[in-house]
């Protein structure tokens, strides 16, 4: 079997996974959470809260570089444990729908972001929320409305 042979079987085993609801990404830990022993998503309170904040704080207008500065502050480390977080870290985690209790698949297609490409697969009822759908469209839209490349933006958040 060629090496493009392979990729392409692989690729194929993670889309039936995204189709049939089994894929072990779905369960793939990120801030706010943690995996219990059967693998599970839990929330883990102490970041929830963090990520409560940060979401608050950028619906009311402060600035990715405002919330970075104020974490530093509080001495919340990142999630890589560096003291200060970044912006770019901050933004990702405004933009990931896992945490209203649902996980989109499929973002990424060949390293690139999924601007329509590929169908994607939004699950439902995952793990337990830890924002709003409401808060989660808010922070969307103000996001969306900042941008720089809104066409992107807007692309990349229609399946939620």
Same mark, same amino acid.
């Given at each position: 079997?060629?090496t493009?042979?392979?990729s392409?079987?692989i +690729?194929?085993?993670?889309?039936?996974? %995204?189709?049939?609801?089994? !894929?072990k990404?779905?369960?793939? +830990? =990120?801030?706010?959470?943690?995996?219990?022993?059967?693998?599970?998503?839990?929330?883990n309170?102490?970041?929830?809260?963090?990520?409560?904040?940060? %979401?608050?704080? *950028?619906?009311a207008?402060? !600035?990715?570089? +405002?919330?970075?500065?104020?974490?530093?502050?509080?001495?919340?480390?990142?999630?890589?444990? +560096?003291?200060?977080?970044?912006?770019?870290?901050?933004?990702?985690?405004?933009?990931?729908?896992?945490?209203t209790?649902?996980?989109?698949l499929?973002?990424?297609?060949?390293?690139?972001?999924?601007?329509?490409?590929?169908?994607? *697969?939004? *699950?439902?009822?995952?793990h337990?929320?830890?924002?709003?759908?409401?808060? %989660?469209?808010?922070v969307? !839209?103000?996001?969306? =409305?900042? !941008?720089?490349?809104?066409?992107?933006?807007?692309?990349?958040?229609?399946? %939620?």
């Open positions: 079997m060629n493009i042979q392979h392409e079987n +690729k194929a085993g993670l889309r039936r996974g %995204f189709q049939d609801g089994t !894929s990404l779905a369960q793939r +830990k =990120c801030y706010g959470y943690d995996a219990n022993a059967d693998g599970e998503l839990v929330v309170e102490e970041e929830a809260a963090v990520v409560r904040w940060m %979401f608050e704080q *950028y619906a207008g402060k !600035s990715l570089g +405002k919330i970075a500065d104020s974490l530093a502050r509080q001495h919340i480390q990142s999630p890589t444990g +560096k003291p200060k977080w970044n912006r770019e870290a901050i933004d990702k985690l405004l933009a990931n729908e896992k945490y209790g649902r996980v989109l499929q973002k990424t297609v060949n390293g690139w972001d999924n601007a329509g490409e590929e169908k994607r *697969y939004l *699950y439902n009822s995952k337990e929320a830890i924002i709003t759908d409401e808060l %989660f469209r808010t969307q !839209s103000e996001r969306l =409305c900042r !941008s720089r490349n809104p066409d992107k933006m807007l692309a990349m958040n229609m399946a %939620f």
